[in-house]
């Protein structure tokens, strides 16, 4: 069954960087689209990134575009977010999540069970 | 950019029927999809395409879209439906996903 586990969250000062990792099985990797979405305390859930299965194309929230960078080694099964400048309001759990359809908009079908990341003085 | 807005709160006795809504400048002309979030847990799609279930999610859950609303119903609502839901469409002009606030649905 499809499988994603996200890692590489922790504590950071604010400035400074931070780089999560997704391990994904169970599905071919390399031909799906893979987004970043995530949950600040209390609150509801905010798309940051998506990557198409071939790396031609990478889109991002302004709330964090120029600082966050998203990528992928299909070779490895593995989607990355480099997250630098990191600020107070980036706390949030961070979910890698699967798009359902290889060519069409049918939503996100896959989650994984989320990394945290404080930024926090 | 797009905005999705959603009542924060429904509440709904078991058994009956809890219908959520998810307002947009005409959403109907998008595909929206719809999530359910439990206490703990990572989001599962419980409706995508406007109307269509991923398997293994029951058909006592059901979505449509007209003008500027979209709507999930949940029919013969459980104990276990307890959750926040979201919805969420592709802001194709822009190319990003947009999420409603989200709504927390109580059994009561």
């Known amino acids: 069954q499809v499988q994603l586990v996200e890692s590489g969250g922790g504590v950071v000062q604010p400035g400074r960087s931070l780089r999560l990792s997704c391990a994904a099985s169970?599905?071919?990797?390399?031909?799906?689209?893979m987004h970043w979405v995530r949950q600040a305390p209390g609150k509801g859930l905010e798309w940051v990134t998506f990557i198409s299965y071939d790396r031609s194309k990478k889109y991002y929230a302004d709330s964090v575009k120029g600082r966050f960078t998203v990528s992928r080694d299909n070779s490895n099964n593995t989607l990355y977010l480099q997250m630098d400048i990191l600020r107070v309001e980036d706390t949030a759990i961070y979910y890698c999540?699967?798009?359902?359809?290889?060519?069409?908009?049918?939503?996100?079908?896959?989650w994984g069970q989320g990394t945290t990341v404080a930024v926090s003085s | 950019s797009y905005v999705l807005t959603q009542p924060p709160s429904v509440s709904v006795a078991p058994g009956k029927t809890a219908t959520i809504t998810c307002g947009g400048n005409n959403i109907g002309g998008r595909s929206v999809h719809w999530y359910q979030q439990k206490p703990g847990q990572a989001p599962v799609l419980v409706i995508y395409f406007d109307s269509d279930r991923p398997s293994g999610i029951p058909a006592r859950f059901s979505g449509s879209t007209s003008g500027n609303t979209a709507t999930l119903t949940i029919s013969r609502v459980e104990a276990a439906d307890e959750a926040d839901y979201y919805c969420?469409?592709?802001?194709?002009?822009?190319?990003?996903?947009?999420f409603g606030g989200g709504t927390k649905l109580t059994v009561l």
């Open positions: 169970g599905f071919t990797f390399d031909t799906y689209g």
């Open positions: 999540a699967k798009d359902f359809d290889q060519w069409l908009d049918y939503g996100m079908d896959a």
């Open positions: 969420q469409v592709w802001d194709s002009p822009l190319d990003l996903r947009v």
